[in-house]
């Protein structure tokens, strides 16, 4: 097999299969090393089947919603094996499709672990591959901080093939995957605590929309626990007790840590062969993606810039264009106006500034805010709620920022986020016709603003 390339990719997850299959489309000759499976987190152990789960949690409230239509749903079961084996043939199928793709664009597949020996080398079993250029873009792996009886715990990876739904659960962790996590193995019907060590989660999102949606889980059922840290976990009989700092105790069946992920760099480098890390111990890069190293390059999550799919996919075109196109990128990737979506119970969608960002970017800005109760609830009893946010620049009348909580929130953000990428101002959104009845016409109908200065 051929072991002289243009590009060695390491990692074939969205990020890498995109930059490997792109500079083949350029004419570059490309390897590509995978050790555990095509399409990295996102396809198998996180975006894809988390979303295929958050689906299924929400059949109950749609079994619920339905009598008020007048259909009787009586008796239903829900089975947990059905639902995990079907997603993991789902999943099986999408590896296959990534496999072809990278076929199809005439990149060379190692299976096996790959290892930077030095410049333009790497290992993969018993073979060394040479390349004018190597991209890491191996993503990461979940965190779980040490403490006494961290072995008990659970990580994300986990959900996704567990054997059987716990009874009662522990989330710990108060970012997007904790969150959504809480949400779904609710809905499947576990009695659910998340647990955050902070004041409130969702760290970095917009204050008034972590507060609605804490209100809204809390609505359905789960029990947030803020302000709690976990001391030491202890096992007996298959269940965990969980001792907090605070002298608190609470036993779970089950217990998940999504406490953040870090660079998967186990084993990447040989002695003498990595780059420069930064202070979270991702590896640094300037805006082309180099690393400190000649001819080594990396993108996506093993360098903690945004971590989405949908990033790493651009920076791995992107790469592919300055390293082998013929039309070069006259400008670095461009992160401003990033939108994306927290699949939680309720979901969450958000493109541009929170409010405290704004303040703190202009001298005064408006906020405009609705919160409703969607049309589909109004015949029963269910007590859903959305909740829209405006952030305007006073001065220019730019919007800044756009976020949601409620149903369809993703789906409704990313049109908006086009709007918002192009510049759109407060005018141009009350300029524009709603489309009635909807969710997303609040955001060309709402009038009333508060202004608010630093």
Request: charged share 25%; net charge negative; proline share 3%.
């Amino acid at each position: 097999m051929k072991t002289e390339f243009d590009l060695v990719v390491i990692g074939a997850g969205s990020g890498g299969v995109r930059a490997a299959r792109m500079a083949a489309g350029h004419g570059a000759s490309v390897a590509i090393i995978e050790e555990r499976f095509f399409g990295g987190t996102c396809v198998n152990v996180g975006c894809v089947p988390k979303k295929l789960f958050s689906y299924g949690a929400h059949f109950p409230q749609e079994f619920s919603l339905a009598s008020d239509y007048g259909y009787q749903i009586d008796g239903w079961t829900f089975d947990w094996a059905t639902l995990r084996d079907n997603k993991s043939r789902e999943i099986e199928r999408l590896n296959g499709i990534y496999q072809r793709i990278l076929d199809q664009a005439g990149v060379t597949i190692f299976q096996g672990h790959g290892t930077i020996l030095g410049e333009g080398r790497v290992s993969v079993g018993d073979q060394v591959l040479t390349a004018r250029h190597v991209l890491v873009a191996v993503g990461g792996k979940p965190f779980v901080p040490d403490f006494p009886g961290k072995e008990h715990v659970r990580i994300s990876d986990d959900l996704f093939y567990l054997p059987e739904l716990p009874e009662r659960v522990a989330v710990v962790g108060g970012g997007y995957i904790a969150t959504e996590f809480a949400g779904i193995l609710h809905g499947l019907g576990c009695e659910v605590t998340q647990i955050y060590r902070k004041e409130l989660f969702l760290r970095g999102f917009d204050e008034d929309i972590r507060a609605f949606v804490a209100a809204q889980m809390t609505a359905q059922g789960i029990t947030l626990k803020f302000n709690t840290d976990v001391a030491k976990i202890t096992e007996a009989e298959g269940r965990k007790q969980l001792h907090f700092q605070d002298g608190g105790e609470e036993e779970f069946d089950e217990v998940f840590y999504a406490t953040g992920r870090v660079p998967l760099l186990d084993g990447l480098f040989a002695e003498g062969a990595a780059p420069a890390l930064n202070e979270r111990g991702a590896i640094k890069v300037d805006e082309h993606f180099q690393t400190s190293n000649a001819g080594l390059y990396a993108l996506g999550d093993v360098i903690d810039r945004v971590q989405l799919t949908p990033v790493a996919l651009a920076e791995g075109m992107w790469l592919a264009a300055h390293l082998f196109g013929q039309n070069k990128p006259d400008v670095a990737m461009n992160y401003e106006h990033i939108a994306t979506a927290v699949f939680s119970h309720p979901n969450i969608g958000t493109v541009g500034m929170t409010e405290q960002q704004a303040l703190e970017s202009c001298g005064a800005v408006r906020v405009y805010k609705s919160q409703f109760r969607p049309m589909r609830y109004t015949l029963g009893e269910l007590q859903e709620r959305s909740f829209i946010k405006l952030i305007v620049d006073d001065e220019t009348d730019k919007v800044l920022g756009l976020h949601m909580a409620g149903e369809d929130a993703a789906e409704i953000t990313q049109g908006f986020a086009v709007a918002i990428k192009m510049g759109a101002t407060k005018a141009d959104f009350d300029a524009t016709v709603g489309i009635h009845p909807t969710a997303a016409e609040e955001l060309v109908t709402m009038r009333q603003g508060e202004r608010i200065t630093r």
